[in-house]
């Protein structure tokens, strides 16, 4: 349908708009049916045909059903608007508009955001809707790109308060309308476009929010490398402004679904690796290596996590950029403080009422100084995640060598009583609808962040002694010169001017605060995972007895047996640290048979042990490697803790081991294994090795058949085991890193893992080694596709 004028004077006009007034009252001349036009509006705006913009009516139709359906003059605004902006205008009028439209809009947005998104939004908001359902949410789109388009030579230029109130605009019908968002999404020249704007700081705020909020629900991934001028927009950055852009950076440089939880199952991340090697780097990691390409970024990145709050910006621009967010009604966290200073104070002049009341000073001068900690943890939040992410990815040597030169661990060391570990006030703040203790509060995800991020700058990697101040390194050494073992060459490699200063590391601060924190808290995991990255790879008895001698083994036997944890997550981590902490150490056993005292304490440790193999298996596969490699030793102190250690002597015994075997490969199949539970696989493995070692592979193999038989179900678990032992060659034969870790954590070379794998899997049955051996031949079913159901 064509366009008809704005005005209505001109006979032809009228003549093409009756056509179109007709349509939108259903193809009679009498009164409109009521929500006709917003459903032809809708089917338009879904189908591209049809009606789709104020445009296309008149404005004196619009104002007679603006009386009716009381759209609050929007539609007509939309027409002004529309033919005060083409390319040749000066843009004030059409800015005069806009300041008229967006007042209607932003008091729904508020309500919106205080309301909790409880009520319908069609219903309940009706500007945005209508603003978007005649065109408006389009015409910005096209205001704000004018300045794209170049006439004769000359782009056209937008004043910085112009492109605000659009961006504004469009926020608060973001907020408001569903759909929007992801329609704005869709138009990739567009999000591109928004980055633009962000090298205005008058429109840097705006730009931002609006395109973490789209890239949010963004199907495909954008690409920073399409961005115009990356490298010079983000040098050009403030610390402020690199801050909030580290927001949109969260969402860029993460994988957006390719497997890589713990809960997705491995087949469906080999597939998706095999198409992922097809397709080349993903956008991603595309995105990452932009980023790193920039100069000076990461050091930026490290300054802003370790920046503390008095070096942050002045109370002055910082309250003036709560105003900001405020008005933006983006961050709700502004938005209660501001109602907080208003209940403070009613109630302090309620209080204070007579002769003798107080000046009001207490809320204005106290918020500033709280609202500025709550501004720089919730800075260094999304600054500690990025440099997360980027710990993770392909670059992560690159990442780990600059992090360590710009010394991020000692600056995080500094900042830990007063700003990442520091005491909760009664008047913390916290996220509208969350309490302290939440989650999701800014307090909290500032903790879990920052163990995250320990977690993956240890895990196996020899910069993790950065963790420790340079008296902890000496004592590290004089372990290894007591014991007489040579120094680890990590630590002597280390370069003692980027450890922890102070008098504790950063390593030995996490252990004190592990200790006190309290049973139910959720803190406890990732605590444990991270204390737990610094002792994974080549097992180290002076960093084992560093942390023996903190009492982290009797703290961890304390959660698991006398609080009785409870939940699964923790345990898991306590026990995969605990057999980290214990694994081939004599020192490690004595203390835990010290505190495991009594036959009571004992058969609680085994009953959380037994309660879930998938968590605990770590320790089973650590204790029965120890036991293997003390029985090999002619040492007084170990023929001591052989006889007397309760667990040792547990795990010793035949029926024990093969309870252990039986279960683990029962607990698994190949559909369901995932990175979680193929811990499970490697221990059953772990558990045969020791016994091909011994010679005693087939009496192994034979009593599992004849459990199988036991259970009446003869071959279901052998022919499991076979398969999970296939999917293990396919799995681990093309992956450097996995084969690695199993050899450095186990002690066995890969060499002697293969093998082993293919003797289990030797189709000759009358190989005493082989698992087809003890299959009967009707239950015999090896072949299974591995992508059967």
């Not at 968002?181 to 429109?203: G, H, P, Q, W, Y």
């Not at 009422?353 to 107080?358: C, E, F």
């Not at 260094?380 to 440099?387: D, F, N, R, S």
Request: neutral net charge; aromatic residues 8%; contains cysteine.
């Amino acid at each position: 349908m064509a366009a008809a004028p704005a005005a209505a004077g001109a006979g032809a006009s009228r003549g093409r708009q009756s056509a179109a007034t007709a349509a939108a009252w259903g193809g009679w001349g009498g009164r409109p049916r009521p929500g006709n036009i917003l459903l032809q509006l809708r089917q338009g705006q879904l189908t591209g045909r049809g009606l789709v913009r104020a445009v296309q009516f008149t404005e004196t139709f619009l104002t007679e059903r603006d009386k009716l359906s009381k759209w609050s003059g929007i539609p007509q605004l939309l027409l002004k608007l529309h033919a005060t902006s083409h390319l040749h205008s000066d843009f004030i009028e059409c800015q005069n508009i806009l300041k008229e439209i967006s007042p209607l809009l932003s008091m729904e947005a508020m309500a919106f955001v205080t309301e909790d998104r409880k009520l319908t939004q069609e219903a309940t908001y009706p500007n945005t809707y209508i603003f978007d359902l005649f065109g408006g949410v389009d015409l910005l789109v096209e205001i704000l790109m004018r300045p794209t388009i170049s006439i004769r030579g000359q782009k056209l230029k937008m004043s910085d308060e112009m492109s605000k109130d659009c961006l504004s605009i469009l926020y608060n019908t973001c907020v408001c309308t569903e759909g929007v968002t992801k329609r704005l999404a869709e138009k990739n020249d567009f999000v591109i476009f928004l980055f633009t704007l962000m090298t205005s700081k008058k429109t840097f705020l705006q730009t931002a929010t609006l395109i973490e909020d789209i890239l949010g629900v963004k199907k495909e991934m954008i690409r920073l490398d399409e961005v115009p001028n990356l490298s010079s927009l983000v040098s050009n950055f403030d610390q402020q402004q690199l801050a909030n852009f580290c927001r949109i950076l969260a969402v860029t440089i993460s994988e957006m679904d390719t497997g890589n939880d713990d809960k997705h199952t491995l087949l469906a991340k080999n597939a998706q690796q095999k198409k992922s090697l097809s397709l080349g780097p993903s956008a991603a990691e595309i995105n990452q290596a932009a980023l790193l390409s920039i100069p000076g970024f990461v050091e930026r990145l490290c300054k802003l996590a370790t920046r503390k709050v008095s070096e942050s910006t002045g109370t002055a621009s910082f309250l003036q950029e709560l105003e900001e967010w405020y008005t933006w009604l983006d961050n709700a966290l502004v938005l209660d403080a501001l109602m907080r200073v208003a209940s403070e104070e009613s109630e302090h002049s309620q209080g204070t009422s007579g002769d003798n009341a107080l000046p009001h000073t207490s809320a204005r001068t106290q918020l500033p100084q709280s609202m500025k900690i709550m501004h720089e943890i919730m800075y260094k939040l999304e600054v500690l995640y990025v440099l997360c992410v980027l710990l993770m990815g392909r670059q992560r040597n690159q990442v780990h060598r600059m992090i360590a030169e710009f010394k991020l661990i000692p600056g995080l060391n500094n900042l830990f009583d007063k700003l990442i570990w520091r005491k909760h006030s009664a008047s913390a703040l916290v996220l509208h609808g969350h309490n302290q203790n939440c989650d999701c509060s800014p307090d909290i995800t500032l903790k879990i962040q920052f163990l995250r991020l320990l977690q993956s700058f240890s895990d196996h990697h020899e910069n993790k002694y950065l963790l420790l101040n340079n008296q902890e390194l000496n004592e590290l050494s004089a372990i290894s010169l007591k014991a007489n073992i040579p120094e680890v060459e990590a630590v002597l490699n280390t370069d003692r001017s980027l450890v922890c200063d102070g008098k504790r590391g950063l390593l030995t601060r996490l252990l004190q605060v592990m200790k006190k924190e309290p049973a139910e808290s959720s803190f406890r995991f990732w605590q444990a995972r991270a204390v737990e990255s610094f002792l994974r790879g080549t097992t180290s008895y002076a960093d084992q007895m560093f942390l023996l001698k903190r009492g982290l083994l009797e703290h961890i036997l304390y959660c698991i047996v006398d609080s009785e944890c409870k939940s699964r997550d923790v345990l898991q981590s306590y026990f995969d640290l605990l057999g980290e902490l214990m694994k081939f150490n004599v020192d490690a056993f004595k203390r835990f048979n010290k505190y495991i005292n009594t036959d009571a304490k004992f058969q609680v440790f085994l009953k959380q042990i037994n309660s879930s193999l998938v968590d605990s298996n770590m320790l089973v596969r650590c204790v029965t490697l120890s036991l293997d490699r003390f029985e090999n030793q002619v040492d007084m102190k170990v023929a001591e803790v052989l006889s007397e250690c309760r667990l040792l002597a547990y795990i010793s015994q035949v029926p024990t081991q093969m309870s252990f075997l039986f279960r683990l490969i029962n607990i698994i199949h190949v559909q369901t294994l995932t990175q979680e539970n193929v811990s499970c696989l490697n221990t059953s493995l772990v558990i045969l090795m020791l016994a091909r070692r011994k010679e005693r592979l087939p009496l192994y193999l034979r009593l599992l058949q004849r459990m199988e038989h036991s259970k009446k179900y003869p071959g279901f678990l052998l022919n499991n085991f076979h398969n999970l032992l296939r999917f293990w060659q396919q799995h681990y034969l093309h992956k450097d890193k996995d084969s690695t870790c199993l050899e450095n954590s186990s002690c066995i070379s890969f060499s002697y893992w293969k093998e082993t794998v293919s003797i289990l899997l030797n189709p000759d049955r009358q190989s005493p080694s082989a698992l087809v051996s003890y299959i009967e031949e009707p239950y015999m079913d090896i072949d299974r596709d591995f992508t059967e159901e």
